[in-house]
């Protein structure tokens, strides 16, 4: 392993997720490319027995409506072990967003659900419950502001987990992707317009991706 390659994650790492890179003979730069803001919302008096949440930003606010949550639809296989453990029922879990409006549009269309999302949500889910007959609210409880920040070096790999900090990366280093590693497809394919050396983590966690991008340099 040649110890000079660096990893940069767009997200930063807990202590055990840096180590996994560490061990390796890798070194790690790692940092939040969006800041994440609470923003004040409202739950008007409507059924909130099914939740659809694509993001673990919209956690918190399940959580406070813990009691009158029959059961949730979530994207990430770690945001649905986790409500899991809080105690909530997982009718579903899919590695993206498209996946799971598909799941809810084969077999869930007697339901009513409400969307916990961000400020910024991707279009793929509402899009596609809209053109059903499907009947679902809006809750954004989460916004997320881009953090522009460059940097002078250049890494051998990217560690990108949404499609919006690919875009803000790649604004403020337009000539340093040269590998994304990405923790799903959706994060791929805005990735893939910056660049074609793009690997895809099998498994939509943290940990997988790091692994991937230990495995694409290795390789290398």
């Known amino acids: 392993m040649n110890i000079n390659k660096r990893i940069l994650s767009t997200k930063k790492l807990s202590t055990s997720q840096s180590e996994l890179?560490?061990?390796?003979?890798?070194?790690?730069?790692?940092?939040?490319?969006?800041?994440?803001?609470?923003?004040?919302?409202?739950?008007?008096?409507?059924?909130?027995e099914h939740v659809i949440i694509t993001s673990s930003n919209a956690i918190d606010a399940v959580v406070t409506i813990r009691d009158t949550v029959k059961g949730l639809f979530v994207v990430g296989e770690k945001t649905?072990?986790?409500?899991?453990?809080?105690?909530?029922v997982i009718v579903e879990q899919a590695d993206n967003a498209a996946q799971l409006a598909q799941v809810i549009i084969d077999n869930y269309q007697h339901l009513k659900f409400?969307?916990?999302?961000?400020v910024h949500r991707r279009d793929e889910l509402p899009q596609a419950l809209l053109?059903?007959?499907?009947s679902f609210i809006e809750v954004k409880v989460y916004d997320s502001v881009a953090v522009e920040k460059s940097f002078d070096c250049i890494f051998d790999a990217i560690m990108f987990f949404s499609p919006r900090g690919v875009h803000a990366f790649a604004k403020a280093n337009p000539k340093n992707i040269h590998l994304a590693v990405c923790i799903g497809e959706t994060t791929a394919a805005v990735a893939r317009i910056y660049t074609q050396n793009v690997k895809v983590a099998h498994k939509t966690?943290?940990?997988?991706?790091?692994?991937?991008?230990?495995?694409a340099l290795q390789n290398d």
Not at 23 to 40: A, E, F, M, Q, R
Not at 114 to 118: N, S
Not at 205 to 215: F, L, P, R, Y
């Open 114 to 118: 409400a969307y916990f999302c961000g």
């Open 21 to 48: 890179l560490l061990s390796t003979g890798l070194s790690i730069v790692s940092y939040d490319v969006l800041k994440i803001l609470k923003v004040n919302y409202d739950l008007p008096g409507l059924d909130y």
């Open 205 to 215: 966690t943290v940990e997988n991706t790091i692994v991937t991008a230990v495995k």
């Open 131 to 134: 053109s059903t007959q499907i």
């Open 80 to 88: 649905a072990s986790y409500l899991k453990n809080k105690g909530f």
